[in-house]
Antibody, heavy 119, light 108 residues
Framework: EVQLVQSGAEVKKPGESLKISCKGSGYSFTSYWIGWVRQMPGKGLEWMGIIYPGDSDTRYSPSFQGQVTISADKSISTAYLQWSSLKASDTAMYYC????????????WGQGTLVTVSS | DIQMTQSPSSLSASVGDRVTITCQASQDISNYLNWYQQKPGKAPKLLIYDASNLETGVPSRFSGSGSGTDFTFTISSLQPEDIATYYCQQYDNLHGGTFGQGTKLEIK
């Protein structure tokens, strides 16, 4: 069974750094893309970016390029989403998700990680 | 960027009704269009991929159609458990992915 297990909720202050994780199991981690999706409180889904752990090929939405860093450690089947300096507007639920037959859609989803940024 | 215009933003229907949601792309995306269901407090769930392919395990009352710029998602007979928000999503190699604004479906 494919599973994506995300790290727990975080409460941070503006300006702090943060790295959240998504651990894949039940499939070949290096053979599928993993992406990240943001959902701000009460709002819709936003596609952030995607990484292929096999060769670390990474693609970002123009809206998120330079704002976050997506990475993966294939030795522990884990993908990451990272901020160097958080803003209050980064407060959101973040989902990781794995693609299906091609990188164009997300077939399996993590449970989400709630990030709250507040002074 | 490719913009996705999803409509309506909200919809109220009765159990047993046929429900239709549309999604329009700002340029030709072939059949690279997917549909997801999200229930409150839950992660999204894939229903339809590549415009018309039903994901394994998804009830056959859900269907999708379209190609190019215009796409349709249909629930043939609305059930109480279908209450959720539905999103379309496209992907292109140049700009990545984009979700539609979502359609909140309620029971009348």
């Amino acid at each position: 069974e494919v599973q994506l297990v995300q790290s727990g909720a975080e409460v941070k202050k503006p300006g702090e750094s943060l790295k959240i994780s998504c651990k894949g199991s039940g499939y070949s981690f290096t053979s599928y893309w993993i992406g990240w999706v943001r959902q701000m409180p009460g709002k819709g889904l936003e596609w952030m970016g995607i990484i292929y752990p096999g060769d670390s090929d990474t693609r970002y939405s123009p809206s998120f390029q330079g704002q976050v860093t997506i990475s993966a450690d294939k030795s522990i089947s884990t993908a990451y989403l990272q901020w160097s300096s958080l803003k209050a507007s980064d407060t959101a639920m973040y989902y990781c998700a794995r693609n299906g037959n091609w990188l164009g859609y997300f077939q399996h989803w993590g449970q989400g990680t709630l990030v709250t940024v507040s002074s | 960027d490719i913009q996705m215009t999803q409509s309506p933003s909200s919809l109220s229907a009765s159990v047993g009704d046929r429900v239709t949601i549309t999604c329009q792309a700002s340029q030709d995306i072939s059949n690279y269009l997917n549909w997801y269901q999200q229930k409150p407090g839950k992660a999204p769930k894939l229903l339809i991929y590549d415009a018309s392919n039903l994901e394994t395990g998804v009830p056959s009352r859900f269907s999708g159609s379209g190609s190019g710029t215009d796409f349709t998602f249909t629930i043939s007979s609305l059930q109480p458990e279908d209450i959720a928000t539905y999103y379309c999503q496209q992907y292109d190699n140049l700009h990545g992915g984009t979700f539609g604004q979502g359609t909140k479906l309620e029971i009348k």
